[in-house]
């Protein structure tokens, strides 16, 4: 049973250092899923909508709303370019 153990062990090392010390890559089954971008946006002022609460586009804004960017996209606010 020893040297069984031992022979295991020699050829596996043996393979490790004839790859190059590089194991074998298992692919990776986990499904990737999108992620949500959420951006601002001033309702009743504009018609922008912007990366940061702090951009100065939003200055003169006095309620501003947080929304994903499909949402703001879809009713029609275009990027700030302040933003970019």
Sequence with gaps: MK???R???IISLTF???MGGAAPVIPNTTVAHA???YVWIAPNY???WH???HCRGLNAA???KHVTLHWAKKHGYKKCHWCY
């Design 3 to 5: 040297t069984i153990k």
């Design 7 to 9: 022979g295991i062990t």
């Design 16 to 18: 490790t250092l004839f």
């Design 35 to 37: 992620k949500t971008t």
């Design 46 to 48: 504009g018609t922008k």
């Design 51 to 53: 990366h940061s609460k």
């Design 62 to 64: 006095k309620h501003k």
